[in-house]
């Protein structure tokens, strides 16, 4: 085998963060496997091409594993008369466990079935949330596929379809966990698996879930439908904690940055160096407990917020995910039903109304949140939105009837109460 | 008699259940967390109601891993920690122990094999990224290759806690952005319209769906040498390069003129603030493989002026939140230009509107 010359290449083995080209290097020279040298030898050979000419030389087409309609993403080398044993280089988008937690058993397992099949290079994770094994063949992704599907791995989605979904670490290790944040993720995605093997939907759909508003997984601006813990009851405090916090800090540090930070001015620095929140004015942005972890926990009637809508550039613009749940428990079977109802009735409406190509959030912005609501049956409510209307230009011939809407679902409220 | 192979079925288990996988302390303090400090770089210590402890070791890797590299992960979590590990959203390993002693002997042994301990707390974190000329099929850059480059030059930063608060940096190789928001991001950014291969527009491309893909409207159908293809509006044309993954012909990278351009101040979190899109500060850098030293310049430069002028807590755009752009651009030295103002739908929000000068 003739080795590619990779002189820019080398240069990314210069320098003491780790080093993929080193990497993949060496896969072609010291892999006991010849297939495995010769691609990844290959693979160098196009990288180098590219770094050479400025310009990418990967195309499309179809490769799919039987019974599934995607989940590989297949990629055809255009200049493979050069390199023609990485000429198809698909890669394989494997759902994580929820929380993205491994033995080092499963990765050796996942290793030895990768380079039974494929190139050796993998990804933990790519940006969406799936393990990316890059580099097969189009006909070893079967063999790789059935094999790590019979340990208990299952592709994720491309194309428009449900989509991967993450979770943070959350309850695992996080003390500021209000969710079951892995029960959330892997109920909602393993709903909807026959929507993300075959794809059928107007675009992507995105679940992401973290365990409170400091959104790890940044689920506001990255996910369809984002799923937030949040409380609704008073921050627990320990005084002395705090105190203690305050000896070591100073008073004016805690007021610049602790009191000062707060959005909502919610915290008062007492005389005697303990904390007094406002309880009902702190909107759990989660700055203070940040700040003094020891000291300020989350509530005990824990929940979450649901956003929907969030997405990327594409078309219109970055969206940010939009309330649609201030707050709803998730602790008993009927609660965790009606999340997975949300979905689906979202899905459903979305799949239904928007155009090809089009986003949820997209859909929302070009039919109006109210329509959308309608469409999904939930009541509006002013946790919904930053402000109300600033445009004049508004149709409001049946003011009286939505107000005696208002009404009643207040008083049915105070009855249930 | 030729029997067919009977095809397997897949079994549609969807995302596996993270609980098999997790550390016996984990899940035994399951929901049961009380607090975290911070005792060094690299390394987080939870304490469960319990009493119970679990230390976390968090090291940087080349995120592209080979096998190799995957198994000697797997040595020093088997050697040093118990057997469990997990990424964190931006590719960092994580093992993690029971007992404290275990953590200056797994530290030591994967600084030995060239990982990089860190990224935890208000240190500049790994850098996400995206495909790049690796494996994607429409991009303008490499992005393992940006991020190896830089990551060199950040690696203190990494290792250490000295910025005011974290800092998560993306990087995307076309203008879709998988890499998402970031404190600061570094992003293509093409500056010519699409050069259109007429004679593959019509066996390539649906037409009808390019044409609805433009933002602007700028696509419509034409006949070129009697052949049915696509022409452009080049004075409307944005180069977006949203036309470019349905229609490959209407090639958008451009050796010269694809540049990179520098994003800032997106932030996920709601800590302080609600979350926030990032914002242009710079544009028309060099596309420059195989190290782009003009564009990791240009992020060296933010940061050192972030680091000596944020407030502990703030995140880059809580900072310049406080200072003003004004004060921003004459911090960096960058240049403020006609291209720093919105005119997109909705732009007209982001102006000021009101008399707050700062002098
Ligand atoms: C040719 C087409 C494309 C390719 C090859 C591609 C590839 C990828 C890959 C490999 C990922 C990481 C996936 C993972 O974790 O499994 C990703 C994520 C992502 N892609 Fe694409 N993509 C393409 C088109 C698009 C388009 C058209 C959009 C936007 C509308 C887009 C937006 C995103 C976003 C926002 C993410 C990150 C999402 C997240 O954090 O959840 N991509 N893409
Ligand atoms: S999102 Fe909140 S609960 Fe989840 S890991 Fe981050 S800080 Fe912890
Ligand atoms: S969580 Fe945020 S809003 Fe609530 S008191 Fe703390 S800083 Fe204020
Ligand atoms: S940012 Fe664009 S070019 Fe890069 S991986 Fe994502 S889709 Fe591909
Ligand atoms: S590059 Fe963007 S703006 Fe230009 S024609 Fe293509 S889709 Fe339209």
Redesign the interface.
Known sequence: MKKHDTP??D??E???????????K??RD??PETRINEMTND?LGQ?EH??E????????GTVS????GCGI?P?FSEVGDAFPKSKE?H?LRV??????????????DL?DS??KHGS????????T?NIMF??STTDSTQHF??DI??K????GGAGPCVR???S??G?????M?NV?E?KA??LL??NF??D??RPALPYKFKFKVSGC??????????ADMSVIGTWRDDIKVDQEEFKAYVGLKGRKYVI??IVT???TNAISLNDDDSVTIDNQNC?????CL??V??AL?PGDDKGATILIGGK???????L?GTVIVPFMKLESEEDWDRLVEIAEETIDFWADNAL??ERCGEMIERIGLVNFLEGIGVEVEPNMIANPRESSYVRTDDWDDEAVKWYERADAKKDTA | MTEQKKQRSPIETGAPDGFQYMHPTMRKNFGQWKWHDHPKPGVLRHKAESGDEIWTIRAGTQRILDVFTLRTLCDIGDKYADGFVRFTIRSNIEYMVKDSEKVEPLIEALEKEGFIVGGTKNSVAMISHTQGWLHCDIPGTDASGVVKAMMDELIDEFKNNEMPNRVHMTTSCCQINCGGQGDIAINIQHTKPPKINHDLVSNVCERPSVVARCPVAAIRPAMVNGKASLEVDEKKCICCGACFPPCPPMQINDPEHSKLAIWVGGNHSNARSKPTFQKLVAAGIPNNPPRWPEATAIVKRILKVYKEDAKDWERINDWIERIGWPRFFELTELPFTKHHIDNWRGGRKTLNSSAYIRF
């Open positions: 820019m290449l240069e990314l210069n320098g003491p963060w780790p080093s993929f080209i080193s990497g993949i060496r896969l010291t892999h693979l990288l590219s770094y000419t400025r310009k990418g030389y990967w195309k499309g594993v039987y019974g599934y993403i990629r280089f890669t759902q994580p466990p929820a929380g993205n937690f491994y033995t080092t058993q499963s990765l050796r290793a990768w380079e050796g290079l993998v990804t933990f994770h790519g940006q949330g890059i580099g596929f059935d599907n019979e208990g791995w299952d592709l991967t979904a993450m943070c670490v309850a695992g290790r996080c003390e966990s079951n892995h993720h892997r995605v393993n698996i026959d993300m093997h508003a400091n959104d790890c997984m940044n689920s506001i601006e990255r610049d940055n930070r707060c959005p909107v759990k942005c989660m700055h940040n700040v972890p020891k926990h990327r550039t594409l078309k219109i613009g970055d940010m090809e190509h």
